[in-house]
C-alpha cells in the first residue's frame, strides 16, 4: 500500500480521482485547499489492483476439446516451414493443452509427469511474451489463454 497526493486544478478532481481508481485499489480521498486557494490537494492510500487468475473451469469453459487441440498442436508443428518459428498461439494452445491433461489425469505418476510438461510449457509462453508477472506459471497460461478465447 502507498500513498498518493495529487495537486490539481478543482475542476479536474473528479477526473483526476476516478483515472486514479481505475489504476488502482484507491481508498478514501482527502480533500484540501492549497495554502493559496487556488488548487486542490487530493490525499488517498492506493495499492496495486491484483491480477485476476481464474480457474482451471474459467479459463477453458469456451476450449476446444483437448482431441481438437492435439491435433491443431501436432499439425501446427508439423507444417512449420523451416527455419520459421512457432508464433504465440502455439505456445499459448500448447501450454493450455498440456494444462488441461495435467488437470485430467487419474494416475498420480501421470498427473506428476504432466504437471511438469505443464510448467515447463507455461514457462516457454511466459518467455514468448517476455513477461514480468511474477505468478504460478500455469495460472498465467489459463488468464491468457481466457482471455484469447474471449478475443477470437
Known amino acids: 500500500m502507498f500513498e498518493i497526493r495529487v495537486i490539481c486544478d478543482p475542476d479536474d478532481t473528479d477526473q483526476v480521482t476516478t483515472a486514479l481508481s ?14 493559496d486557494g487556488k488548487h486542490e490537494r487530493l490525499y488517498l492510500t492506493a495499492d496495486l489492483r491484483a491480477e485476476r487468475w481464474p480457474t482451471p473451469e474459467e479459463a477453458y469453459a469456451l476450449a476446444p ?12 508443428a508439423a507444417d512449420k516451414p523451416f527455419g520459421k518459428g512457432l ?6 494452445r500448447k ?3 498440456l494444462d488441461r491433461i495435467a488437470l485430467g489425469d487419474e494416475s498420480e505418476r501421470v ?11 507455461a ?3 511466459m518467455d514468448t511474451d517476455d513477461t514480468t508477472v511474477i505468478c504460478d506459471p500455469r495460472a498465467y497460461v489459463r488468464q491468457q489463454y481466457e482471455r484469447w478465447l474471449k478475443q477470437k
Not at 87 to 92: T, V
Open 111 to 121: 498427473r506428476t509427469d504432466a504437471a511438469e510438461m505443464a510448467t515447463a510449457a
Open 22 to 35: 481505475g489504476a488502482f485499489t484507491t481508498g478514501t480521498v482527502r480533500q484540501y485547499a492549497t495554502r
Open 123 to 125: 514457462c516457454r509462453l
Open 65 to 76: 476439446s483437448i482431441i481438437s487441440e492435439v491435433g491443431w498442436t501436432a499439425g501446427t
Open 87 to 92: 508464433g504465440r498461439e502455439f505456445w499459448l
Open 95 to 97: 501450454a493450455a493443452l
